[in-house]
Protein backbone atom coordinates (compact mmCIF):
# COMPACT_ATOMS: atom_id res chain seq x y z
CA UNK A 1 0.00 0.00 0.00
CA UNK A 2 2.48 2.38 0.99
CA UNK A 3 4.73 1.79 -2.45
CA UNK A 4 2.33 0.36 -5.30
CA UNK A 5 0.22 2.16 -7.70
CA UNK A 6 -3.43 1.59 -7.03
CA UNK A 7 -5.88 0.60 -10.11
CA UNK A 8 -9.08 2.39 -10.46
CA UNK A 9 -11.90 1.73 -12.39
CA UNK A 10 -14.95 2.77 -13.47
CA UNK A 11 -17.45 1.30 -15.78
CA UNK A 12 -20.91 1.90 -16.80
CA UNK A 13 -23.01 0.68 -19.79
CA UNK A 14 -21.92 2.50 -23.20
CA UNK A 15 -19.33 2.84 -25.43
CA UNK A 16 -18.38 5.86 -27.70
CA UNK A 17 -14.86 7.24 -27.54
CA UNK A 18 -11.67 5.41 -26.54
CA UNK A 19 -8.52 7.74 -25.58
CA UNK A 20 -5.40 6.75 -23.99
CA UNK A 21 -4.45 9.00 -21.44
CA UNK A 22 -2.03 11.75 -21.14
CA UNK A 23 -3.07 14.56 -18.48
CA UNK A 24 -1.92 17.54 -20.84
CA UNK A 25 -4.89 16.76 -23.01
CA UNK A 26 -7.55 14.83 -20.59
CA UNK A 27 -7.21 17.07 -17.34
CA UNK A 28 -6.94 20.42 -15.75
CA UNK A 29 -5.50 21.78 -12.40
CA UNK A 30 -8.14 23.55 -10.36
CA UNK A 31 -6.74 24.49 -7.20
CA UNK A 32 -3.22 24.48 -5.38
CA UNK A 33 -1.33 27.69 -6.54
CA UNK A 34 1.41 25.34 -8.27
CA UNK A 35 0.87 22.82 -5.72
CA UNK A 36 -0.58 20.30 -8.83
CA UNK A 37 1.76 19.38 -11.04
CA UNK A 38 2.05 17.42 -14.70
CA UNK A 39 5.25 15.64 -15.39
CA UNK A 40 6.98 13.66 -18.04
CA UNK A 41 5.31 14.76 -20.84
CA UNK A 42 1.74 14.36 -19.68
CA UNK A 43 2.29 10.59 -18.29
CA UNK A 44 2.39 11.56 -14.70
CA UNK A 45 0.31 13.87 -12.12
CA UNK A 46 1.03 14.82 -9.07
CA UNK A 47 -1.04 16.45 -6.18
CA UNK A 48 0.48 18.01 -2.89
CA UNK A 49 -0.42 18.99 0.54
CA UNK A 50 1.44 21.68 2.88
CA UNK A 51 -0.06 23.18 5.80
CA UNK A 52 -0.86 26.11 4.01
CA UNK A 53 -3.45 24.42 0.98
CA UNK A 54 -4.08 20.99 -0.71
CA UNK A 55 -4.00 20.54 -4.12
CA UNK A 56 -6.80 19.18 -7.04
CA UNK A 57 -7.44 18.50 -10.48
CA UNK A 58 -10.41 17.55 -12.98
CA UNK A 59 -10.91 15.62 -16.40
CA UNK A 60 -11.78 17.92 -19.08
CA UNK A 61 -14.77 15.78 -20.77
CA UNK A 62 -17.71 15.26 -19.06
CA UNK A 63 -18.67 11.01 -18.62
CA UNK A 64 -22.50 10.07 -18.86
CA UNK A 65 -21.41 5.95 -19.41
CA UNK A 66 -18.02 4.24 -19.88
CA UNK A 67 -14.87 2.12 -18.19
CA UNK A 68 -12.32 5.13 -16.88
CA UNK A 69 -9.00 3.82 -15.77
CA UNK A 70 -6.68 5.05 -13.16
CA UNK A 71 -3.41 4.42 -10.89
CA UNK A 72 -3.23 5.96 -8.38
CA UNK A 73 -0.56 5.87 -5.45
CA UNK A 74 -1.10 7.54 -1.76
CA UNK A 75 0.46 8.92 0.59
CA UNK A 76 2.97 6.80 1.95
CA UNK A 77 4.01 6.71 5.39
CA UNK A 78 2.14 8.58 7.96
CA UNK A 79 -0.82 10.58 6.14
CA UNK A 80 -3.03 11.10 9.32
CA UNK A 81 -5.45 13.60 8.63
CA UNK A 82 -4.90 14.01 5.08
CA UNK A 83 -7.94 13.26 2.26
CA UNK A 84 -6.93 11.89 -1.11
CA UNK A 85 -10.52 11.67 -2.81
CA UNK A 86 -11.25 10.12 -6.49
CA UNK A 87 -14.80 11.01 -7.41
CA UNK A 88 -17.36 11.82 -10.07
CA UNK A 89 -19.41 14.65 -9.93
CA UNK A 90 -22.11 16.44 -12.04
CA UNK A 91 -22.70 20.51 -11.37
CA UNK A 92 -25.77 21.79 -9.70
CA UNK A 93 -27.53 21.61 -6.70
CA UNK A 94 -28.72 18.67 -7.57
CA UNK A 95 -25.84 17.35 -8.62
CA UNK A 96 -25.04 13.85 -8.57
CA UNK A 97 -21.69 12.14 -7.03
CA UNK A 98 -19.77 8.72 -6.68
CA UNK A 99 -16.91 9.36 -4.50
CA UNK A 100 -14.29 7.15 -3.19
CA UNK A 101 -12.24 9.20 -0.08
CA UNK A 102 -9.28 7.54 1.32
CA UNK A 103 -8.69 8.59 4.64
CA UNK A 104 -5.25 8.90 6.40
CA UNK A 105 -3.49 6.32 8.08
CA UNK A 106 -1.29 5.24 10.64
CA UNK A 107 1.33 1.92 10.83
CA UNK A 108 -0.44 1.11 7.51
CA UNK A 109 -4.16 1.11 8.39
CA UNK A 110 -6.09 3.04 5.72
CA UNK A 111 -10.12 3.61 5.70
CA UNK A 112 -11.83 4.10 2.51
CA UNK A 113 -15.13 5.36 2.71
CA UNK A 114 -18.13 5.34 -0.67
CA UNK A 115 -20.09 7.87 -0.58
CA UNK A 116 -22.49 8.20 -3.14
CA UNK A 117 -25.53 10.90 -3.68
CA UNK A 118 -28.46 11.25 -5.98
CA UNK A 119 -29.62 15.06 -5.72
CA UNK A 120 -31.78 15.41 -8.30
CA UNK A 121 -35.16 15.49 -6.63
CA UNK A 122 -35.74 16.84 -3.50
CA UNK A 123 -38.19 14.28 -2.18
CA UNK A 124 -36.10 11.29 -3.47
CA UNK A 125 -32.81 12.22 -3.49
CA UNK A 126 -30.22 10.34 -1.34
CA UNK A 127 -26.74 10.34 -0.01
CA UNK A 128 -25.10 7.55 1.42
CA UNK A 129 -21.96 5.92 2.71
CA UNK A 130 -20.04 2.76 3.65
CA UNK A 131 -16.73 2.41 5.17
CA UNK A 132 -14.06 0.06 5.91
CA UNK A 133 -10.27 -1.18 6.12
CA UNK A 134 -9.23 -2.15 3.19
CA UNK A 135 -6.03 -4.98 2.32
CA UNK A 136 -3.48 -4.00 -0.18
CA UNK A 137 -5.92 -3.31 -3.32
CA UNK A 138 -7.73 -0.04 -3.98
CA UNK A 139 -10.59 0.86 -6.81
CA UNK A 140 -13.55 3.10 -7.47
CA UNK A 141 -17.23 2.68 -9.13
CA UNK A 142 -17.98 0.13 -11.69
CA UNK A 143 -22.18 0.78 -12.49
CA UNK A 144 -23.45 -2.10 -14.80
CA UNK A 145 -26.03 -1.12 -17.21
CA UNK A 146 -27.60 1.74 -15.11
CA UNK A 147 -29.36 -1.30 -13.00
CA UNK A 148 -26.74 -1.14 -9.92
CA UNK A 149 -23.16 0.56 -8.80
CA UNK A 150 -20.70 -1.13 -7.89
CA UNK A 151 -17.60 -0.44 -6.02
CA UNK A 152 -14.43 -2.31 -7.17
CA UNK A 153 -10.95 -2.46 -5.21
CA UNK A 154 -8.55 -3.49 -7.48
CA UNK A 155 -10.94 -5.74 -9.45
CA UNK A 156 -12.93 -7.04 -5.77
CA UNK A 157 -15.86 -5.97 -5.06
CA UNK A 158 -17.10 -4.46 -2.04
CA UNK A 159 -20.06 -2.84 -2.64
CA UNK A 160 -23.24 -2.57 -4.77
CA UNK A 161 -25.82 -0.08 -4.83
CA UNK A 162 -28.80 -0.95 -6.79
CA UNK A 163 -31.25 1.45 -8.84
CA UNK A 164 -34.68 1.64 -7.22
CA UNK A 165 -36.31 4.12 -9.14
CA UNK A 166 -38.59 2.29 -9.51
CA UNK A 167 -39.06 2.46 -5.78
CA UNK A 168 -39.44 6.28 -6.21
CA UNK A 169 -35.72 6.20 -4.76
CA UNK A 170 -33.21 8.29 -6.74
CA UNK A 171 -30.10 6.98 -8.56
CA UNK A 172 -27.06 8.48 -10.25
CA UNK A 173 -27.69 7.32 -14.09
CA UNK A 174 -28.76 10.66 -15.90
CA UNK A 175 -26.38 13.53 -15.87
CA UNK A 176 -22.71 13.39 -17.26
CA UNK A 177 -20.15 13.68 -14.84
CA UNK A 178 -16.48 14.70 -14.35
CA UNK A 179 -13.82 12.41 -12.71
CA UNK A 180 -12.25 14.94 -9.91
CA UNK A 181 -9.25 13.98 -7.48
CA UNK A 182 -7.95 15.94 -4.39
CA UNK A 183 -5.27 15.96 -1.87
CA UNK A 184 -6.54 18.14 1.20
CA UNK A 185 -6.42 18.27 4.95
CA UNK A 186 -9.25 17.14 6.80
CA UNK A 187 -7.87 16.62 10.90
CA UNK A 188 -10.93 17.42 12.44
CA UNK A 189 -12.43 13.92 11.34
CA UNK A 190 -10.35 11.92 8.63
CA UNK A 191 -8.19 9.95 11.25
CA UNK A 192 -9.97 7.98 14.20
CA UNK A 193 -13.09 10.53 14.55
CA UNK A 194 -9.96 13.34 14.49
CA UNK A 195 -8.26 12.10 17.41
CA UNK A 196 -5.15 12.22 15.05
CA UNK A 197 -4.01 15.40 13.78
CA UNK A 198 -2.01 15.69 10.60
CA UNK A 199 2.35 15.82 11.28
CA UNK A 200 3.07 19.00 9.05
CA UNK A 201 6.94 17.69 9.65
CA UNK A 202 5.95 15.00 7.08
CA UNK A 203 4.76 17.25 4.84
CA UNK A 204 4.94 17.90 1.65
CA UNK A 205 2.24 15.01 1.41
CA UNK A 206 2.11 13.80 -1.94
CA UNK A 207 -0.31 11.36 -4.01
CA UNK A 208 0.76 10.26 -7.62
CA UNK A 209 -1.73 9.34 -10.72
CA UNK A 210 -0.57 7.98 -13.84
CA UNK A 211 -2.27 5.91 -16.97
CA UNK A 212 -5.70 7.10 -17.30
CA UNK A 213 -7.74 6.04 -19.76
CA UNK A 214 -10.63 6.63 -20.98
CA UNK A 215 -13.11 4.26 -22.58
CA UNK A 216 -16.26 6.36 -22.29
CA UNK A 217 -19.86 8.10 -23.66
CA UNK A 218 -19.25 11.59 -23.95
CA UNK A 219 -22.26 13.40 -24.50
CA UNK A 220 -22.87 16.82 -26.62
CA UNK A 221 -22.75 19.75 -25.32
CA UNK A 222 -26.31 20.32 -23.91
CA UNK A 223 -27.70 16.50 -24.20
CA UNK A 224 -28.21 14.60 -21.14
CA UNK A 225 -27.67 10.66 -23.04
CA UNK A 226 -25.51 9.10 -25.78
CA UNK A 227 -26.07 8.30 -28.98
CA UNK A 228 -28.27 5.34 -29.14
CA UNK A 229 -25.98 3.30 -31.14
CA UNK A 230 -23.52 3.78 -28.76
CA UNK A 231 -23.75 0.16 -27.42
CA UNK A 232 -23.69 -1.42 -30.41
CA UNK A 233 -20.99 -3.45 -29.95
CA UNK A 234 -21.47 -6.72 -28.93
CA UNK A 235 -19.76 -8.57 -25.15
CA UNK A 236 -17.28 -7.08 -23.42
CA UNK A 237 -17.42 -5.22 -19.76
CA UNK A 238 -20.62 -2.83 -20.89
CA UNK A 239 -22.31 -6.71 -20.71
CA UNK A 240 -21.14 -7.55 -17.27
CA UNK A 241 -23.50 -8.70 -14.86
CA UNK A 242 -22.74 -9.51 -11.14
CA UNK A 243 -22.72 -13.18 -10.96
CA UNK A 244 -22.53 -15.44 -7.95
CA UNK A 245 -18.77 -15.89 -7.76
CA UNK A 246 -18.70 -11.39 -7.23
CA UNK A 247 -21.45 -11.55 -4.70
CA UNK A 248 -19.78 -14.33 -2.69
CA UNK A 249 -16.28 -11.93 -3.05
CA UNK A 250 -18.50 -8.77 -1.85
CA UNK A 251 -19.72 -10.78 1.00
CA UNK A 252 -16.46 -11.70 1.76
CA UNK A 253 -14.98 -8.39 2.13
CA UNK A 254 -18.08 -6.67 3.45
CA UNK A 255 -17.69 -9.26 6.70
CA UNK A 256 -14.14 -9.17 7.06
CA UNK A 257 -13.22 -5.69 6.72
CA UNK A 258 -16.27 -3.23 6.74
CA UNK A 259 -16.33 -1.13 9.65
CA UNK A 260 -18.77 0.66 8.74
CA UNK A 261 -22.83 0.52 7.45
CA UNK A 262 -25.63 3.64 7.20
CA UNK A 263 -27.97 0.94 7.01
CA UNK A 264 -27.58 0.40 10.18
CA UNK A 265 -26.86 3.23 11.84
CA UNK A 266 -29.53 4.06 14.34
CA UNK A 267 -27.86 7.31 15.73
CA UNK A 268 -27.72 8.99 12.27
CA UNK A 269 -31.27 8.31 11.40
CA UNK A 270 -33.19 8.50 14.34
CA UNK A 271 -36.83 8.79 12.62
CA UNK A 272 -35.70 5.43 10.89
CA UNK A 273 -33.02 3.93 8.29
CA UNK A 274 -33.13 5.08 4.64
CA UNK A 275 -35.59 3.34 2.36
CA UNK A 276 -33.39 1.35 0.46
CA UNK A 277 -31.76 0.09 3.94
CA UNK A 278 -35.37 -2.63 3.94
CA UNK A 279 -35.45 -3.51 0.36
CA UNK A 280 -33.36 -6.66 -0.86
Not at 80 to 100: C, K, Q, R
Not at 126 to 132: H, N
Not at 244 to 255: A, N
Amino acid sequence: MKSCYLFLAVVCSLLVIASAGNFYQDCDITWGDGRAKILNNGQLLTLSLDKTSGSGFRTKNEYLFGKIDMQIKLVPGNSAGTVTTYYLSSEGPTHDEIDFEFLGYLSGDLTLSTPMCSLRAKATGRCSSSSGLTPPWTSTPIPSSGILDIFMVDGTPIRDFKNLESRGIAFPKNQPMRIYSSLWNADDWATRGGAVKTDWSNAPFVASYRNFNADACVPASGASKCASNAASNNGGWWNQEVDSTTQERMKWVQQNYMIYNYCTDLKRFPQGLPPECSIA
